[in-house]
């Protein structure tokens, strides 16, 4: 079982991940932040840095699929593969923070990849409003974090959905985390749950 969870910039992907992974067992793989060694950098400066960042994000994503697969273990993944490649690449190029030159390597790489693998069983898309975005961003206070405007969350966003409304790689569950706190309320917490279960409960 590889379950998925998405969504943007601070609408609580690791939390709910780490949730999850408690309550139902499973191995969590998180995304590699702490030891991301552009992160930073390219939030000084996105121009410079997006295709090093994506190369880097692109790169473990995909070792993580490979070590997922081959576990043979019930995973709960935070982020996909997926987002970088039909999110934040396109989103990069279009606001031309990433060449032409440099896209297209980039999308060539990331097809190469996905040719080799396959979608999570589940995927648990966060959906959230960029006021919501922005309170848990300023909540969780990363430094290099301050820097992210509202428009560059505002296109994410709007990336999101069309990903979403167009998601054809396995099963979709859709939560709306702007009036649910599942950190502090378990009721939140458990009504997650009980909707994944009705989703697992398909899939068998």
Same mark, same amino acid.
């Given at each position: 079982?590889?379950?998925?969870?998405?969504?943007?910039?601070?609408?609580?992907?690791?939390?709910?991940?780490?949730?999850?992974?408690?309550?139902?067992?499973?191995?969590?793989?998180?995304?590699?932040?702490?030891?991301?060694?552009?992160?930073?950098?390219?939030?000084?400066?996105?121009?410079?840095?997006?295709?090093?960042? $994506?190369?880097?994000?692109? !790169?473990?994503?995909?070792?993580?699929?490979?070590?997922?697969?081959?576990?043979?273990?019930?995973?709960? $993944?935070? %982020?996909?593969?997926?987002?970088?490649?039909?999110?934040?690449?396109?989103?990069?190029?279009?606001?031309?923070?990433?060449?032409?030159?440099?896209?297209?390597?980039?999308?060539?790489?990331?097809?190469?990849?996905?040719?080799?693998?396959?979608?999570?069983?589940?995927?648990?898309?966060?959906?959230?409003?960029?006021?919501?975005?922005?309170? $848990?961003?300023?909540? %969780?206070?990363?430094?290099?974090?301050?820097?992210?405007?509202?428009?560059?969350?505002?296109?994410? !966003?709007?990336?999101?959905?069309?990903?979403? $409304?167009?998601?054809?790689?396995?099963?979709?569950?859709?939560?709306?985390?702007?009036?649910?706190?599942?950190?502090?309320?378990?009721?939140?917490?458990?009504?997650?749950? !009980?909707?994944?279960?009705?989703?697992?409960?398909?899939?068998?």
């Amino acid at each position: 079982m590889h379950v998925a969870v998405a969504g943007n910039i601070g609408a609580g992907k690791t939390t709910l991940t780490r949730l999850l992974a408690k309550h139902y067992k499973w191995d969590a793989h998180f995304e590699d932040v702490l030891e991301n060694p552009y992160l930073e950098d390219f939030y000084n400066k996105m121009e410079r840095w997006s295709f090093n960042l $994506q190369i880097y994000f692109l !790169n473990s994503r995909f070792r993580q699929i490979l070590e997922i697969k081959e576990s043979g273990k019930d995973v709960i $993944q935070d %982020r996909t593969i997926y987002e970088d490649a039909y999110i934040f690449a396109p989103n990069l190029h279009a606001m031309g923070l990433l060449t032409n030159r440099d896209y297209e390597n980039y999308r060539s790489l990331f097809d190469l990849m996905e040719s080799v693998v396959k979608g999570p069983d589940l995927l648990i898309y966060l959906r959230s409003s960029i006021p919501n975005l922005v309170s $848990q961003i300023h909540k %969780r206070g990363r430094d290099y974090e301050n820097t992210i405007s509202i428009d560059y969350l505002s296109r994410l !966003n709007e990336r999101y959905e069309g990903w979403v $409304q167009g998601y054809n790689k396995g099963n979709l569950l859709i939560i709306d985390v702007d009036n649910i706190n599942f950190v502090d309320n378990p009721e939140d917490l458990g009504g997650i749950i !009980n909707r994944i279960d009705a989703q697992l409960n398909g899939l068998f």
